[in-house]
C-alpha cells in the first residue's frame, strides 16, 4: 500500500513510520539511512525502539497465522477517516 504517500490523512510523522513498516516487512529487511535520519527527526530513541518492537511484532504475528492457515474471523475492522473527517481525541 504505498497510497499513503500522497494521501492528506496523514501527518508527515505517520507517512514515515508507514514507510519504515514496509522496509521493516521487506525480505530482505532494508532501511535506508535517509529513513532513519528521517525518522530520527520526528521520534526519539525509545519511541524508536517501540516502534519498531510494534512493527517485528505485527509481522511476526502476521506470519505466525499466515504459515498456519489461521483466517481473519472479521471482529475487527479498522476503518481509515475519510477526506474532511476530524481525528477522535484521544
Avoid at 527527526?41 to 519498531?52: G, R, T
Avoid at 479498522?78 to 481525541?89: D, I, V
Wanted: glycine share 2%; with cysteine.
Amino acid at each position: 500500500m504505498t497510497e499513503f504517500r500522497s494521501s492528506a490523512l496523514f501527518s508527515e510523522r505517520e507517512k514515515l513510520a508507514m514507510e519504515y513498516a514496509e522496509a521493516m516487512t521487506a525480505t530482505p529487511v532494508r532501511v535506508p539511512e535517509a529513513l532513519f535520519f528521517a525518522l530520527r527527526q520526528h521520534f526519539d530513541e525509545n519511541q524508536l525502539v517501540e516502534l519498531s518492537f510494534a512493527i517485528a511484532y505485527e509481522n511476526l504475528r502476521s506470519r505466525f497465522l499466515h504459515a498456519l492457515e489461521v483466517e481473519s474471523e472479521g471482529l475487527y475492522v479498522c476503518a481509515l477517516p475519510q477526506p474532511g473527517e476530524t481525528k477522535r481525541a484521544e
